[in-house]
């Protein structure tokens, strides 16, 4: 099963022109993500591989904002 991903909006592209990050599989700059992880993949590689290969930061991400939540002061 192929990656699903999600190109950079013109926004962001906009806003932050020299950030480009790369494919997590081949280290190509690429503005293509899978947005649940937050990893940058690809299109070529996107066919190859499947979510289950790429890290969870996203589920980090979503962890530590948990945290922030909870250790904040209401
Ligand atoms: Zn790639």
Request: aromatic share 8%; net charge positive; charged share 30%.
């Amino acid at each position: 099963m192929a990656i699903p991903i999600k190109h950079e909006d013109a926004e962001t592209v906009a806003e932050f022109p020299r950030l480009i990050e790369r494919c997590h599989f081949c280290q190509a700059r690429t503005r293509w993500w899978h947005e649940n992880t937050n990893n940058p993949v690809c299109p070529g590689c996107s066919k190859l591989h499947k979510v289950a290969e790429l890290p969870d930061w996203g589920k980090a991400i979503r962890a530590y904002k948990r945290k922030q939540r909870t250790t904040s002061p209401a």
